[in-house]
């Protein structure tokens, strides 16, 4: 059950009850598949200097982020997604490693117009492969994704060669879809980056699958 009252900003939500207890079986479900197959969690910061993302994630983006001068004029945004501070994180702390498998639950933010699937404040579960030392490490990325958004509907589609709006990407990437959210069908979005490869899933967009 969403809860709302008149001091609440626009597209953000109080989420409790029954829905609360289904939100949390879903993220069971779907950490159950990641750790199962080797991923562990990384819990990101909320706070990124604008720069994380005004280096990497593209127009598409930019014109989203909520930005804001700290007490010393220092530009911060609320994270818009995961994957650009993923690859911070392997540049400064994993270059020398190989095969890294992280997932994470996080809330993110985007200056959106809100309507239902698509929210200013939402959550994203995502996958990443830091440094790839198997070849077809991409198939069974998509191979997972398939296999959590099943966990809710069969009715899917994958589109596995796709031009993805983020400027981190070095090649087309892959999306699933699911017609009957109508307008705001995607549901995973992904691809490969200099550092490795990984996929996000739309949490909020999953949990209206039937």
């Known amino acids: 059950m969403e809860l709302r009252i008149e001091e609440q900003a626009r597209g953000v939500r109080i989420i409790t009850g029954e829905e609360t207890r289904q939100r949390r079986l879903l993220l069971n479900q779907l950490i159950a598949i990641a750790e199962a197959n080797g991923f ?29 001068p700290d007490k010393k004029a220092r530009p911060l945004c609320l994270r818009p997604e995961g994957t650009a501070t993923i690859q911070l994180i392997a540049d400064k702390h994993y270059k020398q490693r190989k095969n890294v498998k992280l997932w994470y639950f996080e809330r993110c933010w985007r ?6 699937g698509r929210y200013r404040e939402f959550f994203q579960f995502g996958l990443e492969v830091i440094n790839p030392d198997n070849p077809s490490c991409r198939d069974e990325l998509l191979a997972l994704a398939e296999q959590m958004v099943a966990l809710k509907t069969s009715a899917f589609g994958v589109a596995r060669s796709v031009k993805r709006g983020l400027d981190y990407y070095t090649e087309d990437g892959f999306e699933i879809a699911v017609p009957g959210l109508g307008a705001q069908k995607q549901v995973v979005g992904g691809g490969s980056y200099r550092q490795g490869m990984g996929f996000a899933i739309g949490f909020d967009r999953l949990m209206l699958c039937k």
């Open 40 to 68: 562990n969690e990384i819990i990101l910061p909320s706070l990124e200097p604008a720069s994380v993302y005004v280096n990497k994630a593209g127009p598409e983006i930019l014109g989203q982020m909520y930005v804001f």
């Open 111 to 116: 200056y959106e117009k809100p309507q239902e």
